[in-house]
Nanobody, 116 residues
């Protein structure tokens, strides 16, 4: 079974940067799509960024130009580099993987708080 563990969240001033990491286990990381989602209090969970097994990426309009998703297959890890952070980026950020056969697995999340 796949397990995902997020890290790197914290408190940062508006305009600052954070890098989130998601370490995966289960043996199929290199052939699985990965994504970062976030959920703020009182709001729906939304896709922030995704990356396919081949390296293609997509981003929510709200983070384009500020966030970058990447993966290191040798480390079984996906990253989310977040620059120029805004107060509205405050949320719990979740890592998700989708296997080639369509199964989804979620991490438990990491808190990102941006102060204004």
């Amino acid at each position: 079974q796949v397990q995902l563990v997020e890290s790197g969240g914290g408190l940062v001033q508006a305009g600052g940067s954070l890098r989130l990491s998601c370490a995966a286990s289960g043996g199929i990381f290199s052939i699985s799509a990965m994504g970062w989602y976030r959920q703020a209090p009182g709001k729906q969970r939304e896709l922030v960024a995704g990356i396919t097994s081949g390296g293609s990426t997509n981003y929510a309009d709200s983070v384009k130009g500020r966030f970058t998703i990447s993966r290191d297959n040798a480390k079984n890890t996906v990253y989310l580099q977040m620059n120029s952070l805004k107060f509205e980026d405050t949320a719990v950020y979740y890592c998700k993987t989708t296997t080639p056969w369509g199964a989804n697995y979620w991490g438990l999340g990491t808190q990102v708080t941006v102060s204004s």
